[in-house]
């Protein structure tokens, strides 16, 4: 039998003479690596096609290229190694690639007051660009958390204060009675809502960092919204949230303001992005609000 030569349609010329700006492959299973975790990730991997007469790039280049990140820590020195690699692999076609990964970072998160933690699972993007030597690594970061409406609040109070006048209208406040009033459903006749919120970080690092910073940021990012969704939860951990809470109202807008500035605190970052959704219990639609920061100029 005759050794056949296999068709390579990719090496033919384009039929339509047409650069195109991002060819690649979507949605690759991959493991990779990050602060002692395998992730199991999903990769999309692409590079332009500069010379419009080529019929096709290389997929299988790119693809196997992928390999370089099943063995080592993720970093921005081995990203820019795979789209190094991307465009070795292309001279002459490709003058940009672009890698990204998306993952779930579990981190095991303490309970606020008991011994307890759980697991805590926050969807990253980790995105990389190489074009003329430029290389751009940018993060997505999912980070969810609690917020109580401030002005539901102040209408709750103003229900229980209502409440109070009617139910001691014909005495004077004893100190048990009151006690005991407090303790009782009318001493809360009316709650404030709350409601799981989520915020969309997007940062453009810096091109000095050794490593992804996506641990430090997520950590700042709860920090200064104060009221981070909760794991394993017992009545002592739920009171603490409870009161954590109360003592943390905030609308879309100020939730938004404090990541401005906890972002704007942290090293590493050029330029950001920020979403923050209130998946509101009051409507059937979500409250939200954006800020930025030179990110229009990055
Ligand atoms: N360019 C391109 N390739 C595709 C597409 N869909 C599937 N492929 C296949 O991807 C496979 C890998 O392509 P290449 O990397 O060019 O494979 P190859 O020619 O064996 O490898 P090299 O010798 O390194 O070029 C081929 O079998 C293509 O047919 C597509 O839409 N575009």
Redesign the pocket.
């Known amino acids: 039998m005759n050794a056949l030569t ?1 068709p ?4 033919q010329a384009s039929r339509q003479a047409l650069p195109l700006e991002w ?1 690649g492959m979507c949605g690759i299973a991959l493991p990779v690596f990050f602060d002692g975790q395998r992730l199991n990730a999903k990769a999309d991997a692409g590079v332009s096609l500069d010379d419009g007469n080529a ?7 790119l693809y196997l290229a992928l390999e370089l990140l099943e063995q080592e820590n993720l970093s921005p020195v081995l990203l820019r190694r795979v789209l190094q690699r991307f465009l070795d ?1 292309h001279e002459g076609l490709s003058s940009s690639a672009h890698l990204s990964i998306h993952a779930d970072l579990l981190l095991k998160r303490p309970a606020l007051i008991s011994p307890l933690a759980g697991w805590k699972s926050y969807p990253v993007t980790i995105e990389a660009r190489l074009k003329n030597a430029m290389f751009h690594v940018e993060l997505k970061i999912d980070v969810p958390y609690s917020s109580t409406c401030p002005c539901s609040a102040a209408l709750s109070r103003q229900l229980i204060q209502q409440q109070f006048i009617d139910d001691f209208a014909n005495k004077p406040p004893q100190h048990a009675d009151v006690l005991a009033w407090l303790g009782s459903p009318n001493g809360i006749i009316a709650t404030p809502h709350s409601q799981r919120s989520s915020a969309k970080l997007r940062v453009r690092l810096a091109d000095f960092l050794d490593e992804l910073p996506l641990i430090a940021i997520i950590n700042d990012a709860e920090a200064a919204l104060g009221t981070a969704v909760q794991t394993a939860v017992k009545r002592a951990d739920e009171q603490a949230f409870a009161l954590a809470n109360g003592q943390n109202l905030m609308f879309c807008e100020d939730a938004a303001r404090r990541l401005n500035l906890a972002l704007k605190r942290s090293t590493g970052i050029n330029a950001f992005h920020i979403r923050v959704t209130h998946a509101e219990s009051l409507h059937a639609h979500d409250a939200v609000a954006e800020s930025r920061f030179s990110w229009e100029l990055a």
């Open positions: 296999l390579d349609i990719a090496a060819v019929r096709g790039i290389h997929m299988s280049r692999s």
